[in-house]
């Protein structure tokens, strides 16, 4: 009954941006950069310290916390996760599709790099667009995914909230891939043997 009346609100919401005349599922965002990345190459930052480098970020809203015409918010890329720092003064109209924006939205940022008084490599944004609203909440943050049943049905899912997942998941990828590359060059031939049937 929960999920169905998160599910209203976040149809709402979609609505609300097409009102706004915006399109809440885009073609393309040309990122230039990795969460990680970043996060590596101003690890040597000192606090509050900021640069004028202008990058470009694409992820998955983690954790939203709106706080006025403030918001903090981290997003998760295929590499890992960066801090955003929003504020309405320096975003304009565009502080308006953060304040439609929910967890697991995936969204473009663009920006320069600071590092927050707590050592945090952050993204201060200057441009925001929304790349995917999410009609479908996540799982609750603090319980993640847990029902084994429930993660084997819904792997993507589970890839989102557990990251031990997806590692584990490219890992197994990597070495199917590398056991067919060697068998291919000793010039064994792959068969499938359909033992269901």
């Known amino acids: 009954m929960a999920e169905n009346h998160l599910v209203k609100e976040r149809l709402r ?14 073609y393309s965002f040309d990122k230039t950069h990795e969460a990680t990345e970043l996060k590596e190459k101003y690890s040597n930052l000192k606090e509050e310290e900021e640069t004028k480098d202008i990058v470009k970020v694409a992820g998955r809203i983690m954790q939203l916390r709106k706080m006025g015409k403030v918001a903090f918010a981290h997003i998760q890329d295929q590499s890992g996760r960066i801090q955003l720092y929003l504020r309405k003064d320096d975003m304009g109209d565009k502080f308006a599709i953060m304040k439609l924006s929910d967890i697991g939205d995936i969204i473009g940022v663009e920006g320069h790099i600071f590092k927050t008084r707590t050592g945090e490599v952050t993204i201060y ?29 819904h792997r993507e899912v589970d890839m989102i909230m557990n990251p031990e997942v997806k590692e584990n998941l490219l890992k197994r990828s990597k070495i199917i891939k590398y056991i067919r590359e060697f068998l291919d060059e000793k010039e064994f031939i792959e068969m499938n043997t359909p033992i269901l049937q």
């Open 13 to 26: 919401k979609l609505e609300e941006l097409r009102k706004l005349d915006i399109n809440p599922y885009p």
């Open 125 to 153: 944004v200057k441009d925001y667009q929304m790349l995917s609203k999410s009609i479908k909440p996540l799982p609750e943050k603090f319980h993640g995914l847990k029902d084994d049943d429930l993660r084997f049905r």
